[in-house]
């Protein structure tokens, strides 16, 4: 289980979104798991490790790419996972580099972080889940076909 939050959160944090949005509990438990001095904050430090040790949980194959055949190998959640992952995918070769995630995972931080002081609170990655959410809904909204 441990492995497959880790995959399921990576995803959800790399991408700002997942099929299915984890809640609030989800986010909280894999943020304990990313804070491993529980200090109450991630820092950049330990979010590396997440995107170094998240990486490995996906790359599956350890072919050193995320692939959409591998990655829905992963038990449960491989589909919602690659589909929050493709994303990523910037150069659209249909593989996920490391780069790539890092990327991402760089800008997250970034934007998260609200207050500049390279860590991140629990309050800082739930707004920033909530806003990714409201976003999500306001660009489906504005597609949405008018009546
Ligand atoms: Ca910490
Ligand atoms: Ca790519
Ligand atoms: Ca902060």
Redesign the pocket.
């Known amino acids: 289980m441990r492995k497959v939050l880790f995959g399921l959160v990576f995803a959800a944090l790399a991408s700002g979104a997942l099929h299915a949005q984890p809640g609030p509990s989800v986010m909280s438990r894999a943020f304990d798991l990313i804070d491993t001095d529980q200090d109450g904050f991630i820092s950049l430090e330990e979010f590396h490790k997440d995107v170094l040790h998240s990486w490995h949980v996906l790359d599956v194959d350890r072919s050193g790419?995320l692939t959409k055949e591998s990655v829905e190998t992963i038990p449960d959640h491989g589909k919602g996972i690659w589909r929050a992952l493709s994303r990523?995918?910037?150069?659209?070769?249909?593989?996920?580099?490391f780069k790539?995630v890092v990327e991402a995972r760089m800008s997250y931080f970034d934007t998260a972080d609200i207050d500049g002081d390279e860590r991140l609170s629990v309050s800082e990655t739930l707004a920033y889940q909530r806003k990714v959410a409201l976003e999500r809904a306001q660009r489906r909204a504005a597609r949405a076909p008018k009546k």
């Open positions: 790419y990523l995918d910037r150069d659209k070769d249909g593989k996920i580099s790539e």
